[in-house]
C-alpha cells in the first residue's frame, strides 16, 4: 500500500541521516549547530529525481549543467571552519542546488548568494521557496552574477563561502571580508589537486592563510 511504503521510505531516510550525522562527527564535525542543520535540511529535495536515493550517501552528485552538489562532509566543514554565529552576514559564491544555502539559512543572520547559471539560480530559489528556507521574511538573496565581479559595500562580510575552485585568490573577495572576517576557498588548477583554504583578515591588506585540506570542486568560471 502507498501509505506503507512511504512510511518505510522515511524510516530508511532517518536511518540513513543518523548514519551520515555519525560519520560526520567521526570525521570531526563537532559543532552541533552544523549537524543539527545537516539533518535538518532534506538533501533529497536539492537533488534530481533518479539520484534521491543516494541522498544520504556522503559523496558529491550531479545536479546537470556539469555542476555538482558537494558532499554533505565537505559542506559540513566548510561551514563549521567558517566560525558562524547568529549574528553573521556571510557571502557563498557558487549557489548550484542551493543545498548549503539552505544550511547557512539556518546558523547565521543573513546569506548572500550568487550563482552563475542563471538556471541553477532559479531552480534552487524554487527548492528553496517551496521547503520554506526563502520567503519575504526571511535571510536568503539568491543572485545571478559572477564571484569574480561581486562588489558590495567593503568590509561587508563575516564569512565568504566559495564553492567553486578559482586559479588564485579573487582579490574583490577578500576585499568584502569583515576584519577578523574569514574567506573559505579551494583554490588551484582542476587538473591537479586543489587546496581548501581559509584567509582571516586581520586588518586592512593584511590576511593569514592556513591551508587546510587537498579538495577537488569545479572550476569557478569566467563567464
Ligand atoms: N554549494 C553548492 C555547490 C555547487 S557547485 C551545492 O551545495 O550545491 C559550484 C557552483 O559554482 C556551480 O553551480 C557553478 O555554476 C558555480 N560557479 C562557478 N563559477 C562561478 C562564478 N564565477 N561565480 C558564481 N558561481 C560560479
Known amino acids: 500500500m502507498d ?17 551520515l550525522i555519525a560519520q ?4 570531526g564535525i563537532k559543532n552541533e549547530q552544523v549537524t543539527e542543520a545537516i539533518s535538518k535540511v ?21 545536479i546537470g549543467y556539469g555542476q555538482t552538489i558537494s558532499s ?25 542546488s542551493g543545498y548549503q544555502t539552505a544550511i547557512l539559512s539556518l546558523l547565521c543572520n543573513k546569506v548572500f548568494s550568487i550563482e552563475i547559471i542563471s538556471e541553477l ?56 571580508l569583515k576584519i577578523n572576517g574569514r574567506l573559505i576557498i579551494p583554490v588551484g588548477d582542476g587538473l591537479y589537486q586543489q587546496e581548501l583554504l581559509r584567509i582571516t583578515k586581520l586588518e586592512n591588506d593584511k590576511f593569514t592563510e592556513e591551508r587546510l585540506l587537498p579538495v577537488k570542486f569545479v572550476p569557478m568560471v569566467n563567464s
Open 3 to 19: 501509505s506503507d511504503y512511504f512510511y518505510m521510505q522515511e524510516l530508511n531516510i532517518q536511518q540513513q541521516k543518523k548514519e
Open 24 to 27: 560526520l562527527k567521526k570525521n
Open 42 to 62: 532534506p538533501r533529497e529535495e536539492f537533488i534530481p529525481q533518479n539520484l534521491k536515493k543516494y541522498a544520504y550517501e556522503n559523496r558529491p552528485l550531479s
Open 72 to 96: 554533505p562532509e565537505i559542506v559540513a566543514y566548510m561551514v563549521q571552519i567558517a566560525n558562524l554565529t547568529k549574528e553573521s552576514k556571510v557571502l557563498e559564491i557558487g549557489t548550484g
Open 121 to 176: 539560480a532559479e531552480s534552487a530559489k524554487n527548492i528553496l521557496k517551496k521547503l520554506g528556507y526563502y520567503t519575504d521574511k526571511n535571510n536568503i538573496e539568491i543572485h545571478v552574477g559572477s564571484g569574480y565581479l561581486t562588489k558590495y559595500k567593503d568590509s561587508s562580510f563575516d564569512a565568504i563561502i566559495v564553492t567553486a575552485a578559482p586559479l588564485t585568490i579573487p582579490e574583490n573577495l577578500k576585499k568584502l
